[in-house]
């Protein structure tokens, strides 16, 4: 009962958000939406797309070493560089990795395919997806299909920055 009406209030956002001319009361009614979302029903539904934000700085690092979604989602993922280095000495990117593969292995592969964004070809079938490099000031965002649920490892894979910038993307059931 409860899911029904939170499915049709978010239904009617969509539609006045598709057919609306402001932008303004689009954004706030989205935004009420989600509010809503979680605190019915504790986390985001499948369907839905779940908005992600991490950042990297000067200092090899992402703010962030836990991400969640939900099986059957899209994900539309924004990775931030904070910093002010460029991307030739500090480079970030953000590669989501199929389980099972070796992170230093990767990572030792990646370091050489500086001309394919660090994203060495012999190894694509290992990259469930992946964002571009980005240096200090810029940002660059990407979406995917959530895999299915389970615990994956996300890395930048800059040389020499895995080690440090790793972390665990977890895919709940949906
Ligand atoms: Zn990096």
């Given at each position: 009962m409860k899911s029904n009406l939170l499915f049709f209030f978010i239904l009617s956002v969509l539609l006045t958000a598709c057919g609306g001319d402001s932008a303004n009361d689009a954004a706030s009614s989205s935004a009420s939406a989600e509010e809503?979302?979680?605190a019915a029903t504790g986390s985001s539904a499948a369907g839905e797309v779940a908005e992600l934000r991490i950042e990297g700085n000067d200092?090899?690092?992402?703010?962030l070493k836990q991400m969640e979604v939900?099986?059957?989602?899209?994900?539309?993922?924004?990775?931030?560089?904070?910093g002010q280095m460029p991307a030739e000495t500090m480079g970030h990117n953000w590669v989501l990795l199929a389980q099972g593969t070796d992170m230093a292995d990767f990572g030792t592969k990646a370091a050489a395919a500086r001309d394919?964004?660090?994203i060495p070809?012999?190894?694509?079938?290992?990259?469930?997806?992946?964002?571009?490099?980005v240096?200090?000031?810029e940002q660059t965002t990407i979406e995917f299909d959530a895999p299915p649920a389970g615990d994956y490892t996300f890395i930048c894979s800059f040389?020499?920055?895995y080690a440090l910038m790793n972390g665990t993307f977890t895919v709940k059931p949906g």
């Open positions: 809503s979302g979680s200092l090899m690092q992402f703010n939900t099986a059957g989602q899209r994900v539309r993922l924004t990775l931030v560089h904070t394919n964004g660090y070809p012999s190894e694509e079938g290992k990259v469930i997806a992946h964002t571009e490099i240096g200090g000031g040389p020499g920055h």
